[in-house]
């Protein structure tokens, strides 16, 4: 692959892809990172976490939280697009405490679509001439991404303060409570295995089962053991459709005790066999 394609920095905290054309395996790179896609031209319809179809349009921004699973619908073939895939490290060191705002957004609201941002247009024109030209900024270019990525990431986070879906839920629920909420998303979005029981969860985050358990219905008005459930699913299926695992290795890769556990919890979730999700699925892209 042409360098040119696909630039890595920060030690692969950030990876710039200046066509997706040309980038192949780009579901299987991108889903520990958090995905930013600017649209040019042509037109594309995706599936985000298996039930939510997005459209894109020129002049738009697509975002895709780390770890979602993403099924392309309709590619238009004069489709132009670009990308930036940022990591969870990358994320957090860059927006800090506003890292709320991304993961309320991505996780419980579900908006994935950034439009008619007055900065947008001239987002990408400053993304190519920082990571295209980078050649001629080698002292600085460190610190050059890194602003760069703050504040971009804090444009983004501004514009979707201002989303409609954002003004309910969670209102009642204090900055602590908030926070604590926040890394509880981080622990499951980074935990390999992350059927575990939710005293695991709480323990890592210092606090009882039953404040962890209130702390997730005030802001997101969902149990912890609903959050997990989700979480594995996501798993199960970006493996399931990613992947060419069996149903055994997938099994024992989210550390449940045998595949036929692993199909009756899989069942109860999506009404299907993972098998019989995987043929389905597999059939219709």
């Known amino acids: ?76 073939t004069d489709v132009e697009a670009g990308a930036l895939l940022v990591s969870e490290r990358m994320l957090k060191t860059a927006l800090g405490r506003q890292v709320t705002i991304w993961n ?32 001629e900024k080698p002292f600085l270019f460190r610190e050059i991404v890194e602003s760069f990525f703050r504040t971009m990431l804090l444009l983004i986070c501004e514009e979707l303060i201002h989303h409609d879906k954002m003004s309910d839920n969670g209102e009642n629920a204090s900055s602590h409570d908030k926070e604590i909420f926040n890394h509880f998303l981080q622990l499951l979005s980074t935990q390999e295995q992350k059927r575990q029981r939710v005293s695991l969860y709480a323990d890592k985050l210092n606090i009882t089962s039953k404040y962890l358990s209130s702390i997730c219905k005030r802001v997101s008005g969902k149990s912890p053991i609903r959050w997990i459930t989700e979480s594995v699913m996501q798993d199960c299926y970006r493996l399931l459709l990613d992947t060419d695992l069996s149903i055994k290795e997938i099994s024992n890769r989210l550390g449940f005790p045998n595949p036929s556990f692993f199909g009756q919890y899989f069942r109860e979730q999506a009404g299907a066999t993972p098998m019989e999700f995987r043929a389905k699925r597999k059939k219709v892209v």
Do not use: H
């Open 104 to 135: 309320r957004a991505m996780y419980m609201k579900e908006i994935y679509v950034v439009e008619n941002a007055q900065w947008l247009d001239g987002l990408e024109s400053y993304t190519n001439s920082i990571f295209l030209k980078r050649e």
């Open 1 to 76: 692959m042409n360098d040119i394609n696909m630039i890595r920095a920060l030690e692969d905290d950030v990876i710039f892809v200046n066509d997706l054309r040309d980038v192949k395996n780009l579901s299987k790179i991108r889903a520990p990172y958090n995905t930013i896609v600017f649209c040019r031209g042509g037109r594309i319809v995706i599936e985000i976490g298996g039930n939510q179809q997005v459209k894109v349009i020129p002049g738009q921004l697509l975002l895709i939280p780390a770890g979602k699973l993403v099924q392309p619908m309709l590619v238009s």
